[in-house]
């Protein structure tokens, strides 16, 4: 797992207006690529940031890297715990949900497509992919939009915009932890 794939995929977060990121990348060694989300964490974690693995398969591994307090944040908001209630999770707790979604991710045969609450999506554009399989939405960006288009649609601007200025900054060689700011 390369630092640029951290930049390319996960600024929004790394900047602190997102959530959460999701990404996948080849590995040779399950255990090489835990000890480099353990180095990464030791750089993140201070910065209230935190790279965890959600699945390994054959030569991938699908990469969640998110801010705690933020999910934690999304998390109580009571249209998404309705949500994830409706979904099967039992305690809403961030270490529960994450448990569960990691279960989910792992061993159900369809996609748990309320991963999207965990990446920040708004909860009725989660609500309105699951209900309308993926169809019929207004628009879509960086997640499928069946709520406030206009808000979406200048979500969509700022992360992209910010995405293009930390590959800049990155490739200009700004270090990825002075691109991790402490929210």
Sequence with gaps: MSEDL?????SPTLAGIKTGNLFSCSYTSREETERTISLLNRVFI????KI?????SINRVLIYVFRPSMLAD????????RLLKRQGYHSL??????????HR???LSEFPHEIGLFLGYPPEDVHGFILHKGN???CSGCWKVYGDEEKAIKEFAKFKKC???????????????KLTVRV
Excluded at 6 to 10: D, L, Q, R, V
Excluded at 52 to 56: F, Q, S, V
Excluded at 93 to 102: I, T
């Design 6 to 10: 951290i930049i390319k995929h996960c």
């Design 46 to 49: 201070p910065k209230g940031v």
């Design 52 to 56: 965890i693995p959600l699945k390994y």
């Design 74 to 81: 999304d998390l109580s908001d009571e249209y998404t715990r």
């Design 93 to 102: 707790d961030v270490n529960s949900c994450l448990s569960e979604l990691k």
């Design 105 to 107: 991710v792992n061993y």
């Design 136 to 138: 019929c939405c207004k």
């Design 163 to 177: 995405s293009d200025i930390y590959y800049a900054q990155w490739l200009q060689g700004t270090s990825l932890q």
